[in-house]
Nanobody, 116 residues
Framework: QLQLVESGGGLVQPGGALRLSCAAS????????IGWFRQAPGKEREGVSC????????YYADSVKGRFTISKDNAKKTVYLQMNSLKPEDTAVYYC?????????WGQGTQVTVSS
């Protein structure tokens, strides 16, 4: 079974940057589209960004467009989310999800806190 582990979260000041990683074990990510989601306290989980299985197509929520960049390294079985110009409203637990042909796998999440 595919397992996903997020890392790279932490505390950062407004305007700072973090790079999140979503590392897979068990199976290759070659045939999986990967999405990043986040959930802030008291709010519903929302989609942030996603990338197609081959890495050729990407999507960004309007709230992060121009600040976040998603990338996929199938050889390393890892997907990255580079987050620049972070804002306090980016504070949330960030999750990655792998999807293929009706199957979905979620990671356990990594906390991102943007605060001065």
């Amino acid at each position: 079974q595919l397992q996903l582990v997020e890392s790279g979260g932490g505390l950062v000041q407004p305007g700072g940057a973090l790079r999140l990683s979503c590392a897979a074990s068990g199976y290759s990510l070659d045939y999986y589209a990967i999405g990043w989601f986040r959930q802030a306290p008291g709010k519903e989980r929302e989609g942030v960004s996603c990338i197609s299985s081959g890495g050729g197509s990407t999507y960004y929520a309007d709230s992060v467009k121009g600040r976040f960049t998603i990338s996929k390294d199938n050889a390393k079985k890892t997907v990255y989310l580079q987050m620049n110009s972070l804002k306090p409203e980016d504070t949330a637990v960030y999750y990655c999800k792998a999807s293929t042909y009706g199957y979905e796998y979620w990671g356990q999440g990594t906390q991102v806190t943007v605060s001065s």
